[in-house]
């Protein structure tokens, strides 16, 4: 009786141990007066919602349960109610364990502390670090070219200026990046940094970078939506012909793409919550009302996650042509599809024209410039 006793209080034990184990624990020290606003807000994916604590003594911490990983984001009452905004602070946690957050000053926020613990926490931030300082590199030859690093909106020469440090950004960032998946090819942070930053690398490159993970980080959550994202990419490179797909309407009818055959197609991929993507929509219009007795139609498919939002945003908008909901991942799987708007031209048998990030609203879209080609107005 002692004995089964004794297993039955071992097991107890041990189970309490297992479970208490599988926690995220979150230690922070704030330096500098809170002014008494002495809130920490955490919140993301996979974080209960409405998750505050005080800051006592300069200290925080929050204790989560660990299911998977998950990228946890904070700011503080401070931010919001002195410096009237924030950026919100994010850490990667991929298992369970300690994190400790520093914020050597309350008025910088979170953007400048120091994060050490979990090796997923610190190897992100480290990463981070080293991204901002190719940002640094960038503006210091900008710099050196026009004589200031200026990027604000009443500087005349903004937009070349902004455009140059990008375009540096962009010759440098890459290797960086190719470099430390490289480096840590059986980390999760890795496979993390390279779904953030797919957009940055060629089709080539990030193909690449995946193909070098271990089967373990490939089957992740984010290691199959790298791959499918792979698979969008190359079904939808220019010349391609798209493959034929279903979708519901925002009546809850299928609708589907071969129905279009036979017409030119404007395929603008765009959500309820994003600015650009309903500012372009006035012009849109013009453009339907003035080629759709060419043969020309537009088709909405919105990556929106809440069908409400979504249908919301339709009725407001009032738009005459199909409204489809990305509800089987027809965005990233055939389309490749990581920001919007994201918009393609299609022509009458299918076959993709172009692809353009961002529909200009000022009538100066390279797709709206084809259109013009097309129909000779």
């Given at each position: 009786?002692?004995?089964?006793?004794?297993?039955?209080?071992?097991?107890?034990?041990?189970?309490?141990?297992?479970?208490?184990?599988?926690?995220?624990?979150?230690?922070?020290?704030?330096?500098?007066?809170?002014?008494?606003?002495?809130?920490?807000?955490?919140?993301?994916?996979?974080?209960?919602?409405?998750?505050?604590?005080?800051?006592?003594?300069?200290?925080?911490?929050?204790?989560?349960?660990?299911?998977?990983?998950?990228?946890?984001?904070?700011?503080?009452?401070?931010?919001?109610?002195?410096?009237?905004?924030?950026?919100?602070?994010?850490?990667?946690?991929?298992?369970?364990?300690?994190?400790?957050?520093?914020?050597?000053?309350?008025?910088?926020?979170?953007?400048?502390?120091?994060?050490?613990?979990?090796?997923s926490a610190a190897l992100y931030?480290?990463?981070?670090?080293?991204?901002?300082?190719?940002?640094?590199?960038?503006?210091?030859?900008?710099?050196?070219?026009?004589?200031?690093?200026?990027?604000?909106?009443?500087?005349?020469?903004?937009?070349?200026?902004?455009?140059?440090?990008?375009?540096?950004?962009?010759?440098?960032?890459?290797?960086?990046?190719?470099?430390?998946?490289?480096?840590?090819?059986?980390?999760?942070?890795?496979?993390?940094?390279?779904?953030?930053?797919?957009?940055?690398?060629?089709?080539?490159?990030?193909?690449?970078?995946?193909?070098?993970?271990?089967?373990?980080?490939?089957?992740?959550?984010?290691?199959?939506?790298?791959?499918?994202?792979?698979?969008?990419?190359?079904?939808?490179?220019?010349?391609?012909?798209?493959?034929?797909f279903t979708l519901l309407t925002?009546?809850?009818?299928?609708?589907?793409?071969?129905?279009?055959?036979?017409?030119?197609?404007?395929?603008?991929?765009?959500?309820?919550?994003?600015?650009?993507?309903?500012?372009?929509?006035?012009?849109?219009?013009?453009?339907?009302?003035?080629?759709?007795?060419?043969?020309?139609?537009?088709?909405?498919?919105?990556?929106?996650?809440?069908?409400?939002?979504?249908?919301?945003?339709?009725?407001?908008?009032?738009?005459?042509?199909?409204?489809?909901?990305?509800?089987?991942?027809?965005?990233?799987?055939?389309?490749?599809?990581?920001?919007?708007?994201?918009?393609?031209?299609?022509?009458?048998?299918?076959?993709?024209?172009?692809?353009?990030?961002?529909?200009?609203?000022?009538?100066?879209?390279?797709?709206?410039?084809?259109?013009?080609?097309?129909?000779?107005?």
């Amino acid at each position: 009786m002692r004995q089964i006793l004794f297993a039955f209080l071992f097991l107890t034990v041990s189970a309490f141990a297992q479970e208490k184990n599988e926690q995220i624990i979150i230690k922070g020290t704030i330096k500098g007066d809170t002014k008494g606003f002495n809130k920490v807000y955490c919140y993301g994916e996979g974080i209960p919602k409405g998750l505050v604590q005080e800051i006592i003594n300069g200290s925080f911490e929050f204790i989560i349960q660990f299911d998977k990983p998950v990228f946890p984001r904070f700011f503080t009452d401070y931010d919001r109610k002195v410096k009237k905004g924030y950026q919100p602070f994010g850490v990667l946690i991929d298992k369970p364990g300690l994190v400790i957050i520093t914020v050597e000053n309350i008025d910088n926020g979170f953007v400048n502390s120091v994060v050490t613990g979990l090796p997923s926490a610190a190897l992100y931030q480290s990463f981070n670090n080293d991204k901002d300082k190719i940002d640094e590199q960038a503006l210091e030859i900008v710099k050196k070219q026009y004589g200031r690093s200026s990027l604000s909106n009443e500087d005349t020469a903004f937009e070349k200026i902004n455009k140059s440090k990008d375009s540096i950004i962009n010759i440098m960032f890459p290797p960086f990046l190719i470099k430390f998946i490289k480096e840590h090819p059986d980390q999760y942070v890795s496979i993390f940094i390279l779904n953030e930053n797919k957009s940055s690398l060629n089709f080539k490159e990030t193909t690449e970078s995946y193909e070098g993970f271990g089967q373990e980080i490939k089957n992740s959550t984010l290691g199959r939506s790298i791959s499918d994202y792979i698979t969008g990419a190359k079904k939808s490179q220019t010349g391609s012909y798209v493959e034929n797909f279903t979708l519901l309407t925002d009546q809850d009818k299928p609708f589907d793409f071969a129905h279009l055959k036979g017409k030119y197609i404007v395929l603008d991929f765009w959500a309820s919550w994003c600015g650009p993507c309903r500012k372009s929509f006035p012009h849109m219009k013009e453009i339907y009302e003035k080629y759709k007795e060419k043969d020309l139609e537009f088709l909405h498919i919105s990556i929106d996650k809440n069908k409400d939002a979504w249908l919301g945003a339709v009725a407001a908008e009032n738009i005459p042509w199909p409204q489809l909901l990305n509800n089987n991942e027809v965005a990233l799987k055939l389309f490749a599809v990581t920001s919007v708007p994201t918009t393609y031209l299609i022509d009458k048998d299918g076959k993709i024209l172009m692809k353009e990030i961002g529909f200009d609203s000022n009538g100066n879209s390279a797709i709206e410039n084809e259109l013009k080609l097309l129909f000779g107005f």
